[in-house]
């Protein structure tokens, strides 16, 4: 009797902690995306880095007392489990071992995180993500309304040049996002009855009523993101994002209404003939407008995957590593112009950090094994088998990976924390819907106990390093930004006594070495007008500065 009330009490304590684990990630959905600080350099991108990884190291110590108050271990892995731990093991061998150098990367930090998350995520009811498509779709209308009040002037813009950018900074990947929800927010709505149902399977009889609440939110939290977001999209007049919303609108409502599939039913041969050429011409003037509507933005990417394909061309086998992409595209570029000549496409070169096509970035970086690994990840993603009441969850699922894979094509999404986090969700719960899993179980309390044992040091060790490593390379953001600010106001020993805190942290970070180059050579340069200083002492101060830029 007495084992049965322990177990009992052993039970809701899990429940609880897995209530908990829900409402913090809930939390995390809505709020990361509009998460910014003044204090940090690259605020919009590195202050919610951090705050995610904050926020993970409290899920790591909760997510470690689910299992430690378990008596009973089970975990269940898919195909896209496996595919995914073999792609992300390339990327840290690829990086550490296969290349000559890596850099600084808050990208890899991320990446990190969200590996931790999906985890986390995997261990929830499929259930729990009903309530986190809710959250994602309510961030989009908060980012989305307070786009239109940037545009009206009552809160500041990110960017100089833009009046509207969200928490973002610039439109791009403000539209990104929100055009990522979009796909959410009329997938909830057209499939609201069929979400409704399936989370009301577990209910008892009498909580029925609870259905038309459900409902409701459902209903009501769709409609609203939809409207913001159809007003504040245009205003960001990116492409992508259009493209992104159109298609992916034109996946859910044949996947809810089967459209095609009845008109063509209706149609003769001849007519279907002429149905599939006017499309095509359709389609055909839709690309010639999309590319004149801003033609020099056009312009620029074409050039851009023009000398991108060269960098390919010269590392095809395993890339040029994570997120060194920005570290050779001047080389290559100006490498270009040294061959060619200055041309037309001088006026369209620019300082390029990304190649504005994932795919094309992606077999950059991690190269044909990278893109092999790839292939797999994707035909396992769409090859899942669900049962007939989650069909409309895998609907909408796909559909939000297709409008971020379209993004995607003409864009930078990896670069963006709160689209990554989207797609972490949705993955990981389309692994949750496959009913094709391995499962690993233990019963055995002895051997279990054991593996708790080992186990609570080692999480204990990797709760005190991550909180460290994240503390110090937010130290270290701080001091950059400080150095910053100093600089642009002239005080130069300042901002170089900043640049020095942050160093032994940032020394492989692109920018920041730019950035305390620029001031040591200010330095240097004032230093030689107010003193007499030899020119060989000039020389080898020089040579110290172009040591440093060249450490990325």
Known sequence: MCNIV??????????????????????????????????????????????????LLILLFISSCCI????????????IDIALMMLIGYFLVNRYYLQIKHSFSIRFIDLLGLCLLYLILRNLRTKNFLWFLIAIVVSGAVQSIYGVHQLLEFFPSNHSGFKTTGSYFNPGPYAGFISAIWPIALGTYLFKKELTAYLNLSLPPKTQKINKVI??????????????????????????????????????????????KRLLNQLSSIKRNILYVTILILLSIGIYEMYHLKKGSSDGRLFIWKITTD????????????????????????????????????FIADNTYYAFNELLQFITEQGLIGLLLLFFVIVFLFNIK????????????????????????????????????????????????????????????????????????????????????????????????????????????????????????????????MNYGKALTMAINIFKKRIKVPSSAINEMKTEIKVLLKKT
């Open 6 to 55: 322990a177990e009992n009490e052993v039970r809701s304590v899990y429940k609880i902690l897995i209530q908990v684990v829900t409402c913090i990630i809930l939390i995390l959905l809505f709020i990361l995306p509009s998460i910014n600080s003044s204090v940090l350099s690259n605020s919009t991108i590195s202050a919610k880095t951090f705050f995610f990884a904050y926020i």
């Open 68 to 79: 430690f108050i378990k008596n009973r271990f089970s975990f269940k892995l898919s195909r």
């Open 386 to 513: 669900v049962n007939k009441e989650q069909s409309a969850i895998l609907q909408l699922v796909l559909t939000g990976l297709i409008a971020i894979v379209i993004f995607a094509f003409f864009s930078y999404p990896t670069q963006i924390l709160s689209l990554k986090l989207i797609m972490t969700v949705l993955l990981a719960l389309l692994v949750q819907l496959d009913k094709r899993k391995w499962e690993y179980l233990k019963d055995r309390k002895k051997t279990l106990f054991r593996a708790q044992l080992i186990a609570l040091p080692l999480i204990i060790i990797a709760f005190v390093i991550g909180l460290g490593f994240i503390t110090v390379r937010r130290q270290a953001f701080i001091d950059w930004k400080l150095a910053n600010n100093a600089y642009q106001y002239g005080d130069l020993t300042t901002s170089i006594s900043e640049y020095e805190k942050a160093y032994p942290v940032l020394e492989k970070e692109g920018d920041f070495l």
């Open 215 to 260: 409902y409701n939110l459902f209903s009501y939290t769709s409609v609203l993101s939809m409207i913001t977001i159809v007003l504040v999209l245009p205003i960001c007049e990116s492409r992508a994002a259009w493209l992104s919303f159109l298609i992916s609108s034109a996946f859910l409502f044949e996947f809810r209404y089967r459209l095609t």
């Open 311 to 346: 960098i390919f061309k010269d590392n095809s086998i395993n890339g040029v590593g994570f997120d060194r992409f920005k570290a050779y595209y001047m080389n290559y570029q100006g490498e270009y112009f040294r061959n060619i000549g200055e041309t037309e496409e001088a």
